[in-house]
């Protein structure tokens, strides 16, 4: 079984930073990829931002030149460092990770969420 711990959210004036973490742990074989969803009251559940194995990644457009997301594998540990965040990207933030267990099966785990709050 895989489990997802998410930290790092709070609550964060307009404008300001903060920086999500998401640490996996399991008998993981591969992660293929990995990144972090938001689901504001009443929406959907959306990609904030991907990585894959190889390094790419993949954003949303509105939050482009704000957002990065990078990866530490030692530490098997993805980060979302968010800049000059806007009041409509209060959500829960939800971290996602799709690879492969040791024994080769797949799997597409959820972290249980980090409340992310942006209001001055």
């Known amino acids: 079984q895989v489990q997802l711990v998410e930290s790092g959210g709070g609550l964060v004036q307009p404008g300001g930073s903060l920086r999500l973490s998401c640490t996996v742990s399991?008998?993981?074989?591969?992660?293929?990829?990995w990144g972090w969803y938001r689901q504001a009251p009443g929406a959907e559940r959306e990609l904030v931002a991907r990585?894959?194995?190889?390094?790419?990644?993949d954003y949303a457009d509105s939050v482009k030149g704000r957002f990065t997301l990078s990866r530490d594998n030692a530490k098997r540990t993805v980060y979302l460092q968010m800049n000059t965040l806007k009041t409509e990207e209060t959500a829960v933030y939800y971290c996602?990770?799709?690879?492969?267990?040791?024994?080769?099966?797949?799997?597409?785990?959820w972290g249980q969420g980090t409340q992310v709050i942006v209001s001055s």
């Open positions: 399991g008998s993981i074989f591969s992660i293929n990829h």
């Open positions: 996602n990770a799709v690879g492969a267990y040791t024994n080769f099966r797949p799997f597409d785990s």
């Open positions: 990585i894959d194995s190889s390094g790419n990644t």
